[in-house]
């Protein structure tokens, strides 16, 4: 077992490059208690079935095949191996799952005439229930540019939140998009750091908080659509907002990818990039393989066939109800 062994006391060659990859994994790498319990995962084992494959390998664009299907042994779509080979990427996170997601079902409820801001669509649909999509968190949206969004839709019962497919971005964007949504400091979830190379040395949860913004704050009913495409800020997104007592998920789970990025570099130079710190829910969960949703719901395919999508469908009929609730 070479767990022991220093990053820098491996050789460049097919043999050392293997060790020195599965060392950086089994030392800083978060989630083997997970993947363990979930799906059975023994990170020595696939050191003995993989060292003879790298043994074998006749050149370096064979290593890094064997290297990269080592990494998909962890199932965890932020694990990832680069080189000049290009990029090794675990998809089955999202790709095993129904899609639940439709450009063309969506723009039968979006229509022509929506309106854009820092990237998010949004438009009134239905009997006064408002429609924003957000495909992704790769830039910041800006407070006052959110807050004009939210006055526009100030008369609306409540608001869907379409975040399916988003891949993530930055966490900054996620934050500062959840802020809107809440009236006081929030205790949003915790984060923990590795204090050492054990599998399990932890530090203890930190709490994360998530303050106001100091523009428009939303409190009327939300419903968030998901799907396995969620992930990484995306999902952390969720993590903030599931739970608001105004806030309902629904759809599929999402895709996971909670933890702070590590980079680390081989002999050879090819770099390794995965999660370094656990992301937990407001209950100690968690979130790095996904936040299941408040309602699961997929898109039917009698809807399909029909242009209706049965999330959306589905979210209008729980803002009425939310909305009478709190009438009341």
Not at 53 to 67: G, K, M, P, T, Y
Not at 143 to 167: E, F, P, Q, T
Not at 182 to 209: D, M, R, V, W
Not at 284 to 303: R, Y
């Amino acid at each position: 077992m070479s767990g022991c062994i220093e990053e820098d006391e491996f050789s460049n060659s097919p043999v050392g490059n293997f060790e020195a990859l599965w060392d950086i994994v089994d030392r800083k790498y978060c989630f083997f208690e997970q993947a363990e319990q979930n799906f059975g995962l023994d990170w020595q084992q696939i050191y003995n079935e993989y060292r003879p494959r790298a043994l074998a390998c006749e050149n370096n664009s064979q290593l890094f095949d064997v290297l990269g299907d080592m990494l998909d042994e962890l199932r965890d779509g932020h694990v990832n191996l680069s080189s000049i080979y290009g990029t090794s990427y675990y998809w089955d996170w999202k790709s095993n799952y129904p899609a639940n997601f439709s450009d063309s079902l969506q723009r039968n409820y979006l229509g022509s005439n929506f309106k854009l801001t820092n990237g998010i669509k949004y438009n009134i649909i239905k009997d006064s229930i408002a429609y924003s999509y957000i495909g992704s968190f790769e830039s910041g949206f800006g407070s006052d540019n959110l807050s004009v969004m939210l006055m526009n839709l100030a008369h609306c019962k409540g608001l869907i939140l379409d975040i399916r497919n988003n891949g993530g971005g930055m966490v900054t964007a996620a934050e500062g998009l959840a802020s809107h949504f809440i009236a006081e400091t929030t205790t949003a979830g915790y984060i923990q750091h590795k204090t050492g190379s054990g599998h399990n040395a932890f530090s203890s949860p930190k709490e994360l908080l998530l303050e106001p913004a100091k523009g428009a704050i939303w409190l009327k009913p939300v419903v968030i659509l998901t799907n396995r495409g969620v992930y990484s800020a995306a999902n952390y997104f969720i993590m903030l907002m599931k739970g608001l007592p105004h806030v309902l998920v629904i759809g599929d789970t999402t895709g996971g990818g909670s933890g702070l990025p590590l980079n680390s570099t081989l002999p050879n130079g090819w770099t390794v990039r995965f999660s370094a710190c656990p992301m937990l829910d407001k209950k100690g969960n968690h979130t790095e393989f996904g936040i299941a949703p408040d309602l699961k719901i997929d898109i039917t395919s009698n809807d399909w066939n029909s242009g209706r999508d049965t999330m959306i469908e589905a979210a209008c009929t729980l803002i009425y109800s939310l909305y009478d609730k709190k009438s009341l």
